[in-house]
T-cell receptor, first 111, second 115 residues
Framework: DAGVIQSPRHEVTEMGQEVTLRCKPI?????LFWYRQTMMRGLELLIY????????DSGMPEDRFSAKMPNASFSTLKIQPSEPRDSAVYFC?????????FGPGTRLTVL | AQSVTQPDIHITVSEGASLELRCNYS??????LFWYVQSPGQGLQLLLK??????LVQGIKGFEAEFKRSQSSFNLRKPSVHWSDAAEYFC?????????????FGKGTHLIIQP
């Protein structure tokens, strides 16, 4: 298996622009997680899905953030409009139980 | 709510010396425990995990960790570090109930290896 795939790996955008991050989980995994990593706050769980249904989005920082999982093999995390404080590394992970398998991350820079 | 504490932000160790990274968790029941390693600019790699059974678990790259229920700890150890072990190390905890609710991570310990 190719593991969890994320795209793009790097994204540089200007404040106010819409940003979409993409994730393809490991085939057969029924849980999908979005994490954000910053120097100040470390690794934070933003939202997670079970069988494509959002279960807990209490970690989503603001209404500017939204996540979808239209099918078992694809998820998006969208930020609209983006702000400089959104600059971080965003990780997607998938699992069938408590052990998570992480993707390589998307490094987002908002200028 | 569950939490994870890694009390050491930075640790410097000489190459060839032994290493112990500390991790304490706060959780009412027996948790699932993990150690991940992150090299600069890279993703998270699982070093080892504890679910149940033997409280001393072996992982990759020569690492081991010991679960001590009485101390709510899951410290990571390595008898002899290599320069390539320089990285950020994260301890994480998950609920031991059914399903998956995600991991709660500690803030990480930055390991520096001196030649």
């Amino acid at each position: 298996d190719a593991g969890v795939i994320q795209s793009p790996r790097h994204e540089v955008t200007e404040m106010g622009q819409e940003v979409t991050l993409r994730c393809k989980p490991i085939s057969g995994h029924d849980y999908l997680f979005w994490y954000r990593q910053t120097m100040m706050r470390g690794l934070e769980l933003l939202i997670y899905f079970n069988n494509n249904v959002p279960i807990d989005d209490s970690g989503m920082p603001e209404d500017r953030f939204s996540a979808k999982m239209p099918n078992a093999s694809f998820s998006t995390l969208k930020i609209q409009p983006s702000e400089p404080r959104d600059s971080a590394v965003y990780f997607c992970a998938s699992s069938t139980g408590p052990q998570l398998f992480f993707g390589p991350g998307t490094r987002l820079t908002v200028l | 709510a569950q939490s994870v504490t890694q009390p050491d932000i930075h640790i410097t160790v000489s190459e060839g010396a032994s290493l112990e990274l500390r991790c304490n968790y706060s959780y009412g029941a027996t948790p699932y425990l993990f150690w991940y390693v992150q090299s600069p600019g890279q993703g998270l790699q699982l070093l080892l995990k504890y679910f149940s059974g033997d409280t001393l678990v072996q992982g990759i790259k020569g690492f081991e960790a010991e679960f001590k229920r009485s101390q709510s700890s899951f410290n990571l150890r390595k008898p002899s570090v290599h320069w390539s072990d320089a990285a950020e190390y994260f301890c994480a905890v998950a609920y031991s109930g059914g399903g998956a609710d995600g991991l709660t991570f500690g803030k990480g310990t930055h390991l520096i290896i001196q030649p």
